[in-house]
């Protein structure tokens, strides 16, 4: 055989072999793609924290470690963000624990711990979900944690008035088994200006799988 025609053969099929690992390579990324969570680079350190439980027991961040976490900040008097939220993650939750080997946990932070009280938070979090965990400590345990996971908080009316609203992110923080952050999943965009910001469950679930993947991997 002509080795010129063998050397055109070699190059045509080296380019071909190229061409599809790109498109593998471009398949592969679009696959990765999230759609409403953030997967941090490298996982943010979450500092040790000191909290109270629903069943009245220390939870710090030992009881994170190991496991997959939802962390996000709510209220029992919260009259759409939050029994939204929860009803989203309840529905979700077999899923993710089918992804995680039964590894995972979700936890709501009450940012209204003056009328939040153990008992109040233990019916609260047990009517969704008996496997949920809920968390309370005071404003100067709350506010720092906040910040550290990237949330926020923030309580502008009169407290003294047997009703009053907390302004609290609708966004939820996934922390991986070394107790770190490791991404945060935002609400689906809001196209209508009434309508409450929160989680969409099938998409959680697969952006969930997607960063589990390549974390765990």
Known sequence: MNKLFIVIIAAIAAASGGFAYKYYQAKQAEAAKLELALLYPQERLLTEFSLTDHKGERFGKQQLRDKWTLLFFGYTSCPDICPTTLLELNYVYPKLQEITNNNVQIILVTADPKRDSQEKLNAYINYFNK?????????????????????????????????????????????????????????????????????????????????YQQVAG
């Open 131 to 211: 496997d949920f965990i809920a968390l309370r400590g005071g404003h100067d345990k709350l506010f720092p944690f906040a910040r550290n996971l990237g949330l926020m908080y923030a309580i502008t009316e009169n407290t003294d008035q047997e009703y009053y609203l907390v302004n609290h992110s609708a966004s939820i923080v996934l922390t991986n088994p070394n107790g770190n952050i490791q991404a945060i999943f935002k609400p689906v965009p809001q196209t209508d200006p009434g309508s409450v910001p929160s989680i969409d469950a099938e998409i959680m679930a697969k952006d969930f799988a997607k960063i």
